[in-house]
Structures are given as C-alpha cells and as structure tokens.
C-alpha cells in the first residue's frame, strides 16, 4: 500500500453564495462537506488512480468523526487516523457565484498533546512496514515540533520507504535536510527556501540542501524537476483553463505512485503533469477529469535541460 | 419551567479575522462555537437569569452533536430535542476586526422528516404539561410545513399554556391567526407583517390580526408594546452603544418570564427593555453584563401612550 500522513486534516467547507458582500448577512444556496488536508486529498486521488492507500494523522471531536465518516466509503482507501481529544479545524471556502472566485477562511486547530503525538509515531512506524511510499503533506498543527517532518522521514528511510515530502516554510527547511526522496514545492515554496524566484535555480539549490530529487509545481507552467538523472521540465501541450484547487495534490499522488513503482523519471512526470492538469479541468476542486487525463497523457512534453548550476 | 422551541436550531460558528478581503485566504486568528437558533438563545438568557428552562425543537448529525455537547453543562437547562437524520446546520459570522463588523453565512439546513416531525410534535405536547410558558422561535427549517407554528400554538393554548411567537413572514402571518399570548416583531418583521412602516399603527394593526399583545423591538428606541392593558413604551434612559447579537432573543426572555409569572406590563417591558440593553453593552455577542442589567432597571422608563388607532 501507499501511505500518507496528513497531521493537520481539516473539514472543509465549501458554501456557494450568489455574491460575497462584507458585513452583510448571506443565505448559503448550496454547501458542502469534504474530508480534507493536503495529504488526505493526495490519497483520494490515488485511491481513485486505483492503488490501496492508508491515510494517517490525527482526527478529533465531531469534526474528526465526520471526516471519517466522509472517507470510511471511498474504495481502496483505509483509515488509520490516531483520534485526538481536541476537535478537528475546518476550513470554509465561500465561492462567489457572481465573481467566480474564492474567499477562504481557515481555523487554526487546537495542540496535539504529547501523548497524541507519541501514539501517531508508534502508528507511523507500524503502518511504514507495509508501505511502499510515504507522503508527508501540509501544515503542522498547533502542539507537534517544527522538526517532526524530518524526523518522520528519518524513521522512513530506516525502514527502507521511500518518502516524499509537501510543505512549506521552516517544515520544509528542516525536512529537506532529513534528504528525502522528493519534495514537492510551488514557486512560492521555492522561492522561500532558496530565496530566489528563479526556478531553475531554485530547485538546484533545493536538491544540494538535501532532497534527492526537488519538483517545483509551476501552475500553467507545468513541472520543473531537478533529479539524480538530470533536470527535466513537463507541461501539457497548452494550458489548461478551470480550478486550481487539488492540481498540487494530484501531481503529488502521481509523483508518489512513481515513487513506490520505481517508474522512471521522463514517465513519472508526464503522470504528474497529465493528472495536475485533468484536475484543473474537473469542475469539482480536487477531483480530476479521467477523460482529459487519457487525452492529456500521450501529449504532455518533456524535456531535459542542462543542469549545470 | 419554561419552554423554548427553535425548530431550526444551528451550530453558530464566529471566525475573527484581522481583516475580510474577498477573494483571498484568511487564517482565523480566533474562532469559536456556539449553541444557536432563537429559542436556543433565549433558553440560556432565562437559564441565567435563574429559571429553570427546557429545550425543544430539533438536532442530528455531528453538528447536533456538537450543539448538544456545548447545552449540557449550562445549569438550569434541559435539553429535550428530539434527534433528526440529518446534521443540524452551521451559521458562520466572520467577524472583520478591523472594521469591527460582521458578515454571517447562514446554511439552509436539510429537511426534516414527516416522522421527525410527529416525534417532535409528541414531544411538545408531552413538555407542555410542565411548562409555566412557551416560547415558538425563529425560522422553520425544510420539511415543516408553514403553519407550523399556528398548530404549535393551539396545541399551547389546549394545554393552557400561555405562548409567545417570535418569528417572521408567513409563519408569524399565520401563527398570529392562532391567537399567541404575545408576539415579538422587530421593526422589518412589523412592517412586513402589516405593511406599515410607523411602528405604533403596524403594532396594533398586528394586534387586531389576532395576536393578544404585540411588542415591537425597535433597536436603539426600546420596545413598543400593543397589549390589552393598553400601548407602552420602554426604553433605557440614553441609547446604549455595543453589539446588538442577541438583544432581541433577550427582550423574549424577559418577556417570557413576565408571561409566565403573569406580571404586570409595565414591569415586563421594564425587564425587556434592561435586559435586551444589558446584551448590547456586553462584548460577548448574546450574553448580558448582569451590572448593566442591575444599573438600568430602576432607569428604563416606561410611558403609556394614546392607543386610539
């Protein structure tokens, strides 16, 4: 199985309103309930690819219960949550119908205990056994060191599992350090770690800080990979028009998906971009277009560039 | 004790953001859960105030849950909803510091069902045998039908329990049919009742539609009260300044232990009128400074007026 850990997951809201006006009062026409948190989303994703995925992290209170309850019938997808006493954060998306836009509120979650913590590593070390990749995806929450992600990759590498890592801000920093296999930043992660807007340079920074291979997500641009085979960039053949929501997730499914298959990079891109892509193109955020998917996959380019810093 | 029925009972979250821009992403700073719904609040302004107080109406889901786990440990109050299939609704006010206003998002709810509504409707008759007074508040959720509350209010009027409609549109057009004890319009539910703006003619115009005493909240200018003992004014002695969350449902607090002690008019709109006061100067939106409400009581001034039409 594959295995991902989402430490801070979130209920997420999503309410349509006709248009957003500040300070008045709206009646939500239409809402809905998602389980969510970065790592979360990837294992739906690879779930629905149709490869057996356990999801880990901490879930609590009525939230936490309705997440699982939201993910106990999605096939192919097992639930190895560590229940925690403090309730699970939501997230709520307003979509103004008028703008087509988005106003995004999150809570910040409250502390995971030191014994919650405890019990999550004892699970984590337990379910790498059976894993052939790991993903550690998102924000820490409130109560878990900012050094827990290169500590879990630390344990990943022990048991011989390839890992790749999704975060930003000092997480990231510290993580890269840990050298896992991949890690999966946009431009804004890059650039906050390496200082530099260029992403070429960037992510060959990246790489040298520790990380064994470093994929910038690059929105319209497609991918920017900096590998132990060389440096590689992978687009579809024209930029693809709809909802951003996801499309870094779905490329971090495919990313893993390659990494537990060994696939070789040229393909493991082209998965990554094909399916980042059919995820824009999908009206429902988060989902992807399986039809945009098979039409996107014999056509995305890649390409190899000097990698020469 | 006393009875309160809120029907379309909520999960009422508040989200503090430094400040709203619409269409982007805001961390919470704060947030918090509240108990809601109309009947709920006046409930725990009269728990309070040291009545015994009983809540009825309806709850499912994780977030009646939630709703119920947050009623259980305020003293004096008995939770008595009875259990839907579907979840309770959320309401979610941001609450924009910067510009000290709020924007609510109210979810619409899911239906209830014609057997949820004969258990509630048994419930109720079962709870009015010990109830000194009723409160019928707020809107009717989907699924009950639109003279709901004119039923609820025969049924009250059977049992002689005397009974107070605070509600809005046709289900007050209707309920009002019904002969309440007492109705608890604001000046726009007045006005769309009877089609006048001037308070004093809507006031009694609704009176004569059936309801025994009309007592119109009308913000910062106190109350207005059509009763059989002839039309009052109550209002503090300078307009109190603050958040007026929750003013109204104190004014039917007041109001419903006045009905139920049976006492004398003038003292009812006094403790309306310094209650409803005294939760506009708290800063927790729905609660009352008790010193407030004990500074102001010898200060409201009730006058009585002309209540020739």
Redesign the interface.
Known sequence: MILTVTLNTALD?T?R?PA??????????H?AERPGGKGVNVARVLAALGHETVVTGFAG???G??LR?LLAPVPRLTDALVTTEAPTR?T?A?V?AA?G????????GAPVTPAEWAAFRARYTDLLSGARAVALCGSLPPGVHVGAYAELIRTARGAGVPVLLDTSGEPLRRGIAARPDVVKPNADELAGLTGSRDPRRAALDARRRGAHAVVASLGPDGLLAATPDGLWRAAPPAPVHGNPTGAGDSAVAALLAGLAAATPWPARLTEAAALSAATVASPVAGEYDPAVLADLLPKVTVTREDDTA
Request: net charge negative; charged share 25%.
């Open positions: 809201l309410y309103v957003l006006v500040p300070h008045t009062s709206h009646r939500v026409d809402s209170g009525p939230t219960e309705r309850e939501r709520v307003v103004d703008a836009d988005t106003t995004q509120f999150n809570e910040a």
